[in-house]
């Protein structure tokens, strides 16, 4: 896919409607993890130093078209040193502009026509503006009026950012270096049919763990005991079990996990086999077999695409074990030149940070959804707009 992008575009003394994805972690007013808005500095820089007079459009946390100031953007203004507009609508500051400056306006979500994709609300939000850049890959799933809407008024582009992520999934995607390995946790089977397929249809080996796991366990006969899985969804695991076969890929179920007599951060653990599970263990990790093994798989891989982690990451160093291990496995092969990685979703990359492997990973994606259907080959409407 090629898309329109800002290079050798002249934007000097043009106001340019910038649409960043900031919905970043925020604790007590404080940003905790400023990921996704250092992620976006190349692109606000580039235009900057290329004199746009820049006004950023963003979103924080879902307020349901409500003003909830819970939801202000202000902590992301302060971060950035830069001004907060209350309304993003208004368009009184714009005058008042000189080339270079940079504006974030207060949180898109408060209107009900950002979700809707209002054309109405659209056509506010760009009026003033000489053109649109995209930068948000994390929301071009979504057709949202700060997405899609305001390119039907606004000659539209994609920032660095979203650029170089279509180039480098693109990349793995379409020519991946082989053999390809394939790890996908999280909880539900439900809302990853769709990748799942589309993985073992492109991989050499697809691991599958988390909860999504313990439920291809439940479907091939295992007691999982007292655990999040998906009961309903038995069919569909074996349906995917069996497309795996039938292309030519590996699936690779846990073997083993890590359990607790109740779901809690401080519970003891213990790692069992399916046969040693009993009706009131709680699966909260991976287990050391299908640990070892899954590092094993990584270690002889030349590729990995990694989304969802393999148990309650969150809660280290108890419950932590198998992620980390998967983490620090390809980070190794990556820094030893062995392996290619592309990592995505907001967990597993929190995963990647508390273990400090971030840095060696070849891509990491400011993408969860947007990420996950881009692997599954779904039309993102954010980013269908802005193709030549």
């Not at 960043?20 to 976006?40: C, H, L, M, P, Y």
């Not at 040193?81 to 898109?108: A, Q, R, S, W, Y």
Request: with cysteine; charged share 25%; hydrophobic share 40%.
């Amino acid at each position: 896919m090629k898309l329109r992008t800002i290079d050798n575009l002249d934007v000097r003394g043009k106001y340019v409607l910038l649409r960043d994805d900031f919905n970043v972690q925020i604790v007590d007013g404080k940003i905790t993890d400023a990921f996704r808005i250092e992620q976006s500095m190349p692109t606000i820089n580039a235009l900057k130093n290329a004199g746009a007079r820049i006004a950023i459009v963003a979103h924080l946390g879902r307020p349901k078209g409500v003003r909830s100031m819970e939801y202000s953007l202000a902590p992301v203004a302060e971060y950035m040193h830069i001004p907060l507009i209350p309304n993003c609508l208004d368009k009184d500051f714009l005058p008042k502009m000189k080339d270079g400056d940079v504006v974030l306006l207060e949180n898109v979500r408060f209107y009900d026509g950002e979700e809707k994709n209002d054309s109405d609300f659209a056509k506010k939000l760009a009026d003033g503006f000489d053109l649109f850049v995209n930068d948000a890959f994390a929301v071009s799933h979504r057709a949202h009026a700060s997405t899609v809407g305001v390119t039907e008024f606004l000659p539209s582009y994609a920032g660095k950012l979203l650029a170089s992520e279509i180039e480098q999934l693109s990349a793995v995607m379409e020519n991946p270096k082989r053999p390809l390995v394939a790890i996908v946790g999280g909880s539900k089977v439900s809302t990853k049919i769709g990748v799942l397929k589309s993985l073992a249809h492109l991989a050499d080996k697809l691991i599958i763990g988390g909860a999504l796991g313990t439920t291809f366990n439940y479907a091939t006969g295992a007691n999982v005991g007292n655990s999040l899985y998906e009961p309903d969804q038995k069919d569909i695991a074996l349906e995917i079990l069996e497309y795996g076969r039938e292309n030519g890929c590996e699936i690779l179920i846990p073997l083993d996990k890590g359990v607790a007599p109740e779901f809690s951060r401080d519970a003891k653990r213990t790692d069992k086999t399916f046969d040693e599970i009993t009706d009131t263990d709680v699966i909260l990790d991976a287990g050391a077999l299908t640990t070892a093994r899954d590092v094993g798989v990584i270690k002889s891989a030349a590729s990995v695409i990694w989304n969802g982690t393999v148990g309650m990451a969150e809660w280290e160093p108890t419950w932590s074990v198998g992620s980390f291990a998967l983490a620090r496995a390809i980070a190794e092969e990556t820094r030893n030149g062995k392996l290619t990685s592309v990592v995505g979703g907001g967990d597993t990359v929190a995963a990647l940070e508390a273990c400090g492997v971030k840095d060696d990973i070849s891509y990491v994606s400011t993408g969860g959804g947007a990420f996950l259907e881009f692997i599954e080959g779904r039309n993102l409407p954010g980013i269908s707009v802005l193709s030549e």
